[in-house]
């Protein structure tokens, strides 16, 4: 007898549509090669079975027998409820029944192969289709196949154009530096460089940063280019001199509209190898003027648009910058150094902002001086998050509140902020005092709480069950707590409510914490380990 099936989620894997079509479609007519052949597709997660559905036995709404006789309107409409409530159970009971069931399977069996076969010989290429769980409890869904519009000769035809005309435009621009210069201006190698450099200039910042919007020829022709461009710089490579130099300049555009590392270090390598072979012909007396040089205004334009979205915190007085010639040129070798010491500075901003609490020790410079962005997203219902109305937030969402956030706590329906001043700022529901601000009143806005004797704080641990209670852990290693006090939490000897935050003090008195263990859910009580010295 089959087995009755429960509502499906159907998936097919585009790998698999090889194996369904050589399948033997003269065993999908016994039930024996059907359930074989849905095993299949159970065992290889293309079917996926959903929960099943609670079979609803409630009937139509019918008079007590102990009122009064009815009308002939009346009983006609009780009748045809009760037949259709009959009617309806009855389609529920014989859906459900082992032929049904093995008829469901037929069809999902059957679904799979006519998808493989249309997707490999009909349209392949130009159909999109999506794949949709079953609406009823009957199983069945609306499957569309899923596949990708493979490569044309359209395309092929334009990839070839791009390269071939690439390597055209290449050959002719190594062939115009061996040309003498018929008149002033630029060379045509020369031109040509220099309107891309003002292409790359006019586009706005990091506007090649995210490669997976940019096709893969656009990414084949970016190395391409990046690859001839590092030629021309080299000082024997045939360029001249100019050439040379606006070569330099679009590659450092280039990486910077790229915005990755890998890039800048590239230029940098680039530089610094470059400025190697200057040197050997400063060696051999056969530099020319104005050899290994960068235009300074084009180097110093990237940099500072670089130091500018970087919002630094270091001293600007510090900031090193290239020896400008009175040509309006600086060196590539101090650019390189120049450049690297600038994405050292920003290594160390971001590992500032990304650094544990834990590494602050007494006495340090707050870890983070300038603003952050925080996104939250979830339950507002107690003003947790500070926005306003107190609405779900389904999608992450920019709070400007917790802009200058160092640590940020979530707890039960209330949140905490340690600011770079070692302030402890909070929100939310106030219910147990669980705010430390005094009340038991529910906070829409951040109010900053009050330690006694005043502390600076390092990191602070809030509970995630039972009715709210905090500890706070402060950089000379003490310890405050406040909250709900049920079965002695906070550590000061009673079980009431503290409503402020209060110094744990008793064994704790006179030792310095090295750290403490996060608040886990309670289900009725936990107790809170210290490690000191």
Not at 27 to 56: D, F, H, M, W
Not at 79 to 102: H, N
């Amino acid at each position: 007898m089959a087995t009755m099936i429960p509502p499906v989620k159907l998936k097919w894997l585009e790998h698999l549509n090889s194996s369904w079509i050589t399948e033997d479609s003269e065993s999908i007519a016994t039930r024996e090669g059907v359930a074989v052949l849905y095993s299949k597709l159970v065992s290889n997660k293309e079917v996926v079975p959903l929960p099943q559905q609670v079979l609803c036995l409630k009937g139509p709404q019918l008079p007590d027998f102990e009122r009064e006789s009815l009308s002939s309107d009346e009983q006609d409409h009780y009748l045809d409820a009760l037949l259709s409530s009959q009617l309806a159970l009855a389609k529920m009971v014989c859906s459900d029944s082992p032929f049904a069931g093995a008829l469901r399977k037929r069809l999902l069996v059957l679904q799979r192969v006519f998808y493989a076969l249309s997707n490999k010989y009909h349209d392949k290429g130009k159909v999109k289709q999506q794949q949709h769980s079953p609406e009823s409890s009957s199983g069945s869904a609306d499957v569309h196949s899923v596949s990708e519009r493979p490569r044309s000769s359209t395309d092929a035809l334009i990839e070839m154009g791009v390269r071939t005309g690439l390597s055209l435009l290449f050959a002719l621009l190594r062939q115009s530096w061996m040309m003498p210069v018929s008149g002033p201006g630029l060379s045509l190698c020369n031109d040509v460089i220099h309107t891309a450099i003002e292409v790359v200039s006019s586009l706005p910042p990091l506007s090649l940063a995210n490669e997976s919007k940019i096709p893969p020829m656009g990414l084949d022709c970016l190395s391409q280019v990046t690859t001839f461009l590092k030629g021309v710089t080299i000082p024997n490579s045939g360029a001249d001199t100019l050439g040379r130099r606006l070569a330099s300049e679009l590659l450092l555009g280039l990486a910077a509209q790229r915005g990755s590392l890998r890039y800048l270090l590239e230029w940098i390598e680039m530089a610094l190898g470059a400025s190697a072979v200057v040197h050997t012909m400063e060696k051999s007396k056969l530099l020319l003027s104005q050899e290994g040089m960068i235009s300074f205004d084009c180097f110093m334009t990237i940099l500072m648009q670089m130091r500018r979205s970087l919002g630094s915190s270091a001293d600007r007085s510090q900031w090193r910058e290239p020896t400008r010639t009175s040509d309006g040129l600086c060196s590539l070798y101090e650019a390189a150094l120049c450049l690297f010491e600038e994405v050292c500075r920003m290594a160390s901003d971001y590992s500032r902002t990304c650094a544990s609490p834990d590494s602050i020790q007494t006495g340090d410079a707050p870890i983070v001086s300038e603003t952050c962005e925080v996104y939250v997203w979830g339950s507002n219902s107690s003003h947790q998050l500070v926005e306003g109305t107190q609405e779900k937030i389904l999608q992450p969402k920019l709070a400007p509140s917790f802009s200058d956030a160092q640590t940020i706590e979530a707890g039960q329906y209330c949140t905490f902020v340690i600011s770079t001043d070692g302030s402890v700022r909070a929100c939310g529901k106030g219910s147990y005092g669980r705010l430390g601000l005094g009340d038991s009143n529910n906070q829409s806005t951040l109010k900053k709480l009050t330690f006694e004797p005043h502390r600076s704080i390092k990191k602070v641990s809030s509970s995630k069950g039972s009715d709210g209670h905090t500890l706070a852990f402060t950089t000379e290693g003490e310890v405050f707590s406040w909250g709900d006090g049920d079965y002695g939490k906070l550590g000061h000897g009673n079980s009431s409510t503290q409503k402020y935050p209060k110094l744990i003090q008793g064994p704790l008195q006179g030792k310095v914490c090295a750290f403490f263990l996060k608040l886990k859910n309670e289900l009725s009580f936990h107790k809170c380990y210290f490690n000191h010295c």
